[in-house]
């Protein structure tokens, strides 16, 4: 068999005559983008239980749904992918609305034979490529082609049923001992093997999909590798030499496993230097991992056991542009921002902190601090911070000593959540101010000048959303001539 009938066979058949589908990166946990787009815009809706995807219109994939009967089938579909079910039986009005399938993956299923109709299939574009099936031979055991088959009831007999009509798995050749030239398609030709625990889909060559295996240690990574997947596994440690072959890395994804700290090397991922995103939350970590790469822009440590954040953890990281620590131990971080010059989105909340951070970096655009154990914040603390509109500081300590005059009155601001502290007064805020939430605090008293200096037809707030509810007022509370000032409010909760 020559290399390119190889390549076709795996390319045009990759459900049937490949161990994944090359493609199931688009449609997988891994593309919910993708997935989301469901609507069928020219022959029917897409089964809630597949995908349609929209950058492939005549596919429909429905594999490990967990399905036992057969979906609806619209239409314009050519390529069905119903592998990785339950599915025991095909009745004849089953293939009623599916005149143009050209592809029928159903592999894997529980299908018998008594139970197909007799007459809803018939001969395919796939014919050609089973007869070059059936020449390249199935192999003793499994029934080979009679005159009158069509070439689906054929795939049928011998591509989906092995396990009830065949002996053996007749595409066994492909990926067995004697498949080793398919097995090579998955080969890495400029930097290793892909692990056989891991897939690398050849349509996205760069890519290594190890998430959710079960794995209790590093894979070895090809050279070519750019974005990792190692998500939802066990692994505990990542050794210096991990990550010895990993020079190209961008994205490492890393989440929900059982790292630790003292397991992670100091040198792992020195080597990373063109690393742009490293998702590590949801793990065992005690502190902030050693020497992380300067190229990093998204870097995730949420959901960890950290207690201490110094400045040399981030230091030299001026690419850093979202950093996520909510929910691990930090009681302090001193001035452990102070060198972040690009960070837009700081999430610190859930954590033992009684103060706001120092030196607070100039570009933030998001600040979440809620649930901690804030008491004060700092006089002009959001002064220098031109570019700031999103404040979350619910759930705190805070009280109306601790709060500085003016210390939310700064424009630009959009949305501020002050809610679920000790509050008894409003806070003075800005008039651009679009979102304020106040609930559940102490609150006596409605002062309109928290939000208007001036009322009269020119000076108003551009208040939108105002939250009182759980407080000590009521609507009565509420003077008149709040209409001029909150006019553009559309909800006011008291």
């Known amino acids: 068999m020559s290399p390119v009938s190889l390549l076709l066979l795996c390319g045009l058949l990759p459900g049937v005559l490949c161990q994944r589908d090359p493609f199931s990166w688009l449609y997988g946990p891994r593309g919910q983008a993708v997935a989301a787009l469901q609507a069928d815009r020219t022959g029917g809706d897409c089964p809630a239980e597949c995908d349609c995807p929209p950058t492939f219109p005549v596919a429909m994939y429905c594999d490990n749904r967990g399905l036992s009967s057969m979906p609806f089938i619209p239409e314009r579909i050519k390529y069905l992918y119903l592998q990785h079910n339950h599915i025991s039986a095909i009745p004849d009005a089953a293939m009623t609305n599916a005149s143009n399938l050209v592809w029928l993956m159903m592999h894997h299923n529980q299908l018998r034979s008594d139970a197909i109709g007799k007459e809803r299939f018939t001969p395919s574009r796939l014919s050609g490529i089973l007869e070059r099936y059936w020449a390249l031979g199935a192999g003793p055991g499994c029934p080979h082609p009679e005159p009158s088959m069509s070439p689906v009831s054929l795939l049928l007999l011998c591509g989906l049923l092995p396990g009830v009509l065949c002996q053996r798995d007749p595409f066994s050749w492909l990926y067995g001992p004697r498949g080793q030239a398919v097995a090579a398609l998955q080969a890495d030709r400029t930097g290793g093997d892909c692990p056989a625990e891991c897939d690398c889909p050849p349509t996205f060559p760069v890519a290594m999909y190890c998430d959710n295996r079960g794995l209790s240690s590093m894979p070895f990574i090809p050279e070519r590798i750019k974005y990792l997947y190692l998500q939802h596994n066990h692994i505990s440690a990542i050794p210096d030499a991990a990550m010895t072959n990993a ?248």
């Open 247 to 494: 020079s190209n890395l961008v994205w490492l994804m890393m989440h929900h496993n059982q790292l630790r700290s003292d397991a992670i090397g100091k040198e792992a991922f020195q080597k990373l230097a063109a690393l742009d995103r490293l998702y590590l939350q949801h793990n065992n970590l005690s502190s902030v991992p050693p020497s992380l790469p300067r190229s990093l822009r998204d870097l995730r440590l949420d959901h960890n056991a950290i207690d201490k954040v110094v400045a040399a953890d981030f230091e030299g990281m001026d690419n850093l542009t979202v950093l996520y620590l909510q929910h691990n131990h930090i009681s302090d971080m001193s001035s452990a921002l102070k060198g972040l010059s690009s960070l837009t989105l700081l999430d610190i909340s859930g954590n033992q902190l009684t103060k706001v951070p120092e030196s607070l970096p100039a570009q933030l655009h998001q600040l979440y601090i809620e649930s901690n154990a804030i008491a004060t914040v700092p006089e002009g603390f959001l002064g220098g911070l031109s570019q700031l509109q999103f404040v979350r500081l619910s759930h705190n300590r805070l009280t109306d000593t601790g709060i500085p005059p003016n210390a939310f009155n700064v424009s630009g601001l959009v949305e501020l959540d002050l809610s679920h502290n000790r509050l008894e007064r409003i806070p003075i805020v800005s008039t651009t101010l679009q979102h304020l939430y106040l609930q559940a605090n102490s609150i006596k008293e409605f002062t309109l000048g928290s939000f208007c200096s001036v009322v009269d037809i020119s000076n108003f707030s551009k208040l939108r959303t105002l939250r009182l509810d759980g407080n000590e007022i009521s609507r009565v509370d509420i003077p008149s001539e709040s209409s001029m000032c909150l006019r553009q409010a559309n909800e006011i909760n008291v």
